[in-house]
Each structure stands twice: as C-alpha cells, then as structure tokens.
C-alpha cells in the first residue's frame, strides 16, 4: 500500500459545527503532516507529527486541533471554523531523510 | 530558513513541444529538492527528487530535472509535452529543522497546453 488516505474527500460545515477530518496510511512512515492550501496558493503547513507526538505546530488556530491516535492515523478536529478557513486540506507522510512526502488527495473544506 | 522561487506564474506550451519550468531555491546547506504535480482539486504528486548523487534527476511521466549547485536551481524539464500535463507544479525544497523534516513550496506554476 502505498497512498495517503483521506475523508471525507469533500465537507461542508456551519461555523457553529464540529467535524473531523481523517488521514490513514499503511506504509510505516514515521511523520505525518497536515497542509492546508488556499485557492491558487502553494500547500502551507499546519502541523508535524513525529513517532506520533506533535513536534511542529505553525501558529494554527485552536479551532484546528490535530490528533495522532496511532502510526498509521492522523485526525483534524474542526470546531467553530470562519469562512475564511474554506480551502483543501492535505496530509501527508514520510519516511524522512529527504525522500519526500506522499500527499492524499485532500478534503475539500467549506465553511458556511 | 528555506525558500523556493518559481518566477514563472503561467506558462502555455503547445503539445509536442518542449518544456523547461524554473525553480531557484535558498538554503544554507545541501537542500532535499523536490518538484510536484498537482491536477485541479486533486492532492501532490511526486515527480522527481534529488538529495545526492548524479545532479541530473529522472522521474515520471518523462519528466527530468536538473540541479545546479552554483546557480541554486532545480529546473524541470521534458522533451515533449502532452495534453494531460496541463497542471499546477510545484517545487519544493526539504530541510531538517530541530530534527524535524519540513517541506517549504515555491508558489507553483501553472502549465497550460495548446493543440
């Protein structure tokens, strides 16, 4: 196996609501990531898990609340989102040491 | 910090014809260089990396990239371009800060083609 899962692949949600996104992966990285890009931006990240325990935080919100249950999982909680945070969001995993990310397909996210 | 230039916002190629897309990099020691393809609402696509090793890089779907150290850039590039790499493509440059690895995009350019 060699993909990045991702669900829902496409959510819409009120700004008074409380959803999760979800990323699976079956190849034994050991870092998982989650991006988020904006219309005809580049991906920006959010956050860093490492050996499941989250070593990078980019100044998120709080209303972004990640979770690493296990090696292979990778949760988004979402809670009282703005319109503003209406984008894809990515995940991704590595085995580190420069070979590169292996990026999902996304959740396309919109607030209303 | 790292960063990554992609000077080219939209490039329209005809089929068949050549491609070269542009990608300057800064970083303070020898950088992890990637280049990604993304297709209107889809995820990255990896299409070559360099770390080490011979400076010119094969990847997928014919693709070749090129490292020069003394001009800090990894240009992409294929001899012959097809319809179906119209798309979005982003260069990336990996570094290790505080022992964690981390991905930094160039804005990306977005490859038109024309019959």
């Known amino acids: 196996d060699t993909e990045v899962t991702q669900t829902p692949k496409h959510l819409v949600m009120g700004m008074t609501n409380k959803k999760s996104l979800k990323c699976e992966q079956h190849m034994g990285h050991r870092a998982m990531y989650w991006y988020k890009q904006k219309a005809k931006k580049p991906p920006e990240l959010m956050f860093v898990y490492s050996y499941e325990k989250l070593s990078i935080n980019e100044s998120v919100p709080s209303r972004f609340s990640p979770e690493c249950p296990n090696s292979s999982l990778l949760n988004l909680h979402l809670h009282a989102l703005q319109p503003e945070d209406s984008a894809l969001y990515l995940c991704?995993?590595?085995?580190?040491?420069?070979?590169?990310?292996?990026f999902g397909s996304g959740t396309r996210l919109t607030v209303v | 910090a790292q960063s990554v230039t992609q000077p080219d916002i939209h490039i329209t190629v005809s089929e068949g014809a050549s491609l070269e897309l542009r990608c300057n990099y800064s970083?303070?020691?020898?950088?992890?260089l990637f280049w990604y393809v993304q297709s209107p609402g889809q995820g990255l696509q990896l299409l070559l990396k360099y770390f080490s090793g011979d400076t010119l890089v094969q990847g997928i779907k014919g693709f070749e990239a090129e490292f020069k150290r003394s001009q800090s850039s990894f240009n992409l590039r294929k001899p012959s371009v097809h319809w179906s790499d119209a798309a979005e493509y982003f260069c990336?440059?990996?570094?290790?800060?505080?022992?964690?690895?981390?991905?930094?995009f160039g804005t990306g350019t977005r490859l038109t083609i024309i019959p």
């Open positions: 991704a995993s590595s085995q580190g040491g420069g070979r590169g990310y292996t």
């Open positions: 970083y303070g020691a020898t950088p992890y």
């Open positions: 990336a440059v990996g570094a290790y800060n505080s022992g964690n690895e981390k991905l930094t």
